[in-house]
């Protein structure tokens, strides 16, 4: 027979395949790592199984016990199914953010869900990290994972991921880039490499710009599960015991606006179906394969598929709407309301705990066009250069809606802003049509919406802008 005994020997030992690049001929060749072919669909299957075993081993995890996580991603899925295949009871704490299919995907495996507000500080008691550890403390036979502090997490890789990639390569790889989330990816493998290639395998980060790691401010950004995020609020941002940052060489920043178009492309040009942390990854390895010659050899880890994206990166509705997609440029755009002189203002944006007072100065200044002012607000700190993102924008304040809360003494000049926010304001990508966008704006009633370029908040428009737009169409050609 040629057949598994065990759906677990299906984990890892993914293929590694070479992918067309831009400079073909020139540059070294990209080899792409697949770990979308795992059993379970990501490269978190071989921690999920390192880190239940060594549980196991050392006797913290025992028959009819229970596994505690705490994440919104891979690693859920991940664990999920090892607990599953092996007749664990699972729990897995989410943040509120999670997408339905995630969420679903763990009650498929028959995994408790507990979900708890995402966004907070590190400190917060209700942190998933913190309720998953007090759930794991009060549960009896019940062990929490820990992804980020677990060394099984590097040690899978370095035990696995590692050694495949030197096997299948034959020894020629010269270069390694992978994401860093928890870092063991990178940890691991990196390591196994280096020492396998007596040191000179080069070890690559490929990160989103925003995230700390590559010196970033640790404000949100679009793609999921790489990175890191650090809360405006969080004191001690310690990193992960999981990343060994004397493994990796370099990190590199990449847009968002770069890897969700190296995704999309590489789907459409190449047949491969990526997640977004994929497309960070490919975006990374394809700038270093340029500067190498073709004797040099890179291998990008592309840690799940784009299947579990379907809704958003490969959905040209949502990048529209957040502004990552330039649109049709034969109507006219929200954007062209927005030109670089004005794109580089500020946007008028009031921190959640800046005082009513404040506010009011803030919306008196912007009266006069006859129109109620109406500015948005949220956590995102203020400041030059500081645009916040769409997911910063919590709620927003108009002055008619302050002066009667204060008139009917529902709100007091020093209480928070944030302790006031009306509904957020309407949102289009700056490469939507104005015509579409002013029926969209008239239909729920609003006077002004926020443009957003590259999911970053730039601009704000009102009805009366738009429609002059909207009016002079059909616009010429540019
Ligand atoms: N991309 C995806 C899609 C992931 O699920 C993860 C794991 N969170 C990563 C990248 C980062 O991998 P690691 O945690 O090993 O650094």
Redesign the pocket.
């Known amino acids: 027979m040629d057949a598994h005994e065990s759906l677990l020997e299906l984990i890892g030992n993914t293929p590694l395949v070479r992918l067309r690049t831009p400079s073909d001929g020139r540059g070294a060749p990209v080899y792409a790592k697949l770990e979308y072919l795992s059993a379970g669909g990501?490269?978190?299957d071989r921690i999920g199984l390192r880190m239940i075993e060594e549980a196991e081993r050392s006797g913290a995890l025992r028959p009819g016990g229970t596994v505690v996580e705490a994440t919104s991603?891979?690693?859920g899925a991940g664990l999920a199914m090892v607990a599953a295949a092996k007749g664990y009871r699972m729990i897995v704490v989410l943040p509120d953010k999670s997408s339905a299919e995630k969420v679903n995907t763990l009650r498929a495996y028959g995994a408790e869900v507990v979900v708890r507000p995402g966004g907070l500080p590190l400190e917060h008691p209700e942190h998933i990290l913190n309720v998953a550890a007090g759930i794991a403390e009060r549960t009896p036979g019940a062990w929490f994972a820990g992804q980020y502090g677990n060394p099984a997490n590097p040690e899978a890789h370095y035990l696995t991921t590692g050694p495949e990639i030197w096997r299948q390569t034959g020894g020629r790889v010269t270069h390694l880039v992978s994401?860093?989330?928890?870092?063991?990816?990178?940890s691991g493998t990196g390591r196994y490499l280096k020492e396998a290639s007596g040191g000179r395998v080069r070890v690559i980060g490929a990160d989103p710009a925003a995230s700390v790691y590559s010196g970033g401010d640790g404000r949100p950004y679009f793609v999921?599960?790489?990175g890191r995020f650090r809360h405006p609020e969080t004191v001690d941002d310690s990193w992960p015991d999981s990343y060994q940052r004397e493994v990796v060489d370099e990190v590199l920043p990449i847009r968002d606006r770069d890897s969700l178009t190296t995704i999309r492309r590489l789907a459409r040009e190449q047949g491969l179906l990526v997640?977004g942390?994929a497309g960070t990854a490919l975006a990374a390895a394809l700038r270093v394969a340029a500067g190498l010659g073709p004797e040099q050899l890179v291998v990008a880890i592309l840690?799940?598929s784009g299947r579990q994206y379907l809704s958003k990166y490969f959905n040209d509705q949502w990048m529209l709407r957040q502004g990552f997609l330039d649109g049709d440029p034969a109507v006219a755009r929200v954007g062209d309301l927005l030109p670089a002189a004005r794109r580089a203002e500020p946007l008028p944006y009031l921190h959640h705990h800046a005082p009513v007072g404040e506010a009011l100065a803030v919306l008196r200044e912007r009266q006069g066009t006859g129109a109620d002012p109406v500015v948005p607000a949220g956590p995102a700190p203020v400041g030059p250069g500081r645009q916040p993102t769409s997911m910063e924008l919590a709620g927003a304040v108009s002055l008619a809606q302050l002066e009667a809360a204060l008139a009917a003494g529902r709100a007091a000049v020093t209480d928070r802003v944030g302790d006031h926010l009306g509904e957020p304001l309407p949102v289009f990508g700056a490469g939507e049509g104005a015509a579409a966008a002013l029926a969209e704006l008239s239909g729920r009633g609003c006077g002004t919406a926020v443009v957003l370029a590259d999911g970053h908040a730039v601009g704000l428009v009102g009805a009366g802008e738009l429609a002059v737009l909207a009016g002079a169409e059909p616009k010429q050609g540019r």
């Open positions: 990501s490269v978190k991603g891979n690693t994401c860093v989330g928890t870092g063991g990816t990178i999921e599960a790489a997640g942390s840690p799940d």
